[in-house]
């Protein structure tokens, strides 16, 4: 019996090992069959717009902070003494050279070119009488009517200087602009007592044309100069959060010295402010073309990518991969860059994409 048991157990034994060999061999045909079967996936390319690298004739500008300023800025005064009786045109208005602004009171002055008028009607009389004399005469008698002729003629003279003089005092009455402007705030309210000639009643600026003021460097300063040598440097005006200028004029003037204690120098230019948006005292940019640059390699902006080495683009290489270049950057053009050093005319350059690529990444170029 414990025979029958043992053998029965053995048996059992060999049976479990045939088994596990079995189930062992058929899991290995089966993973080897798989492996067999399945072929490696191909890396993915990207698909990226690219652009062709061209050369192209740009303008090279300088830019700078700069301020505007008003050409002529005075106080209008009175010189004539007297009570205000009207102001014609409202504070901030827009005048034009000779526009009458302010009235004083001109009785007082016209009274006295009256009188001066008069006084010369009656020694005009005078001379005419003293000339129209005639007959034999004594010499003596004939040397006091020439003395008198004489002293008549000096008189009416002097009238007629009075008349002149009371002509200008009643001219000053009437203040008118000098120039075209715009009035500020007035000083003198009608009714006002101007005892003191040279009283201010209102300011006036001139805002068109006007100056825009800057600073340069003394290293720009040379160029500067050479291209003031060669012609008019033409000027761009920009306001806060303007992208086209619209306002434009020309360098008229650089100074004579360079400050040491900031290593600029003083230049302004004269600006055309037609639509008067311009007015003395504000912060603008200005740009100068100062000359043109032949066969700049230019790419779009957005193909820039920036790392710690420095800027670069990535060119569609050999088997259509990207292959990153540091790159030295110029002078822009819009939406353009120009690079000065590490890449070549005929090279596409990829402008999109950017961040999904690296070095050695297959890419797809889209056509354009």
Known sequence: M????????????????????????????????????????????????????????????????????????????AKASGYIRQQHIADGSDVKEGDLLYT????????????????????????????????????DVFEQRSSAVRQAEAALAMDEAAVRTAELNLGYTEIRAPF???????????????????????????????????????????????????????????????????HKGELTFVDNSIDRSTGTIVARATVSNTDRSLLPGQYVRIRLAIRMEPDALMVPQTALGSSQLGRYVYVVGDGNKADQRLVSLGPTDG???????????????????LQKIGPGAPVQPLPQ
Do not use: C, H
């Open 2 to 77: 414990r025979s029958w048991k043992i053998g029965l157990a053995a048996t059992a034994v060999v049976a479990v090992v045939a088994t596990t060999v079995i189930i062992l061999r058929k899991d290995t045909a089966l993973i080897g069959n798989t492996a067999s079967a399945t072929p490696s996936p191909a890396p993915f390319a990207m698909p990226v717009p690219v652009t062709k690298i061209v050369k192209k004739t740009i303008p090279i500008f300088l830019d700078y902070s700069a301020r505007t300023e008003s050409i002529r800025n005075i106080a209008l005064q």
């Open 104 to 139: 004083i009171d001109p009785r007082d002055f016209q009274a006295a070119l009256d009188q001066a008028k008069a006084k010369v009607q009656s020694d005009t009389a005078a001379l005419d009488y003293a000339r129209g004399k005639t007959g034999f005469l004594t010499k």
């Open 180 to 246: 075209p402007g715009r009035l500020g705030r007035n000083q003198a309210s009608v009714g006002t007592l101007i005892s003191v000639a040279g009283a201010p009643l209102n300011t006036l600026v001139q805002i068109d044309p006007i100056y825009v003021t800057f600073n340069p460097s003394e290293t720009d300063l040379a160029e500067i100069e050479k291209a003031r040598a060669a012609g008019s440097i033409k000027a761009e005006i920009f306001l806060p959060g303007e992208t086209q200028a619209r």
């Open 335 to 353: 939406a353009l860059v120009s690079i000065l050093k590490g890449v070549s005319e005929g090279e596409r350059v990829i402008s999109g994409n």
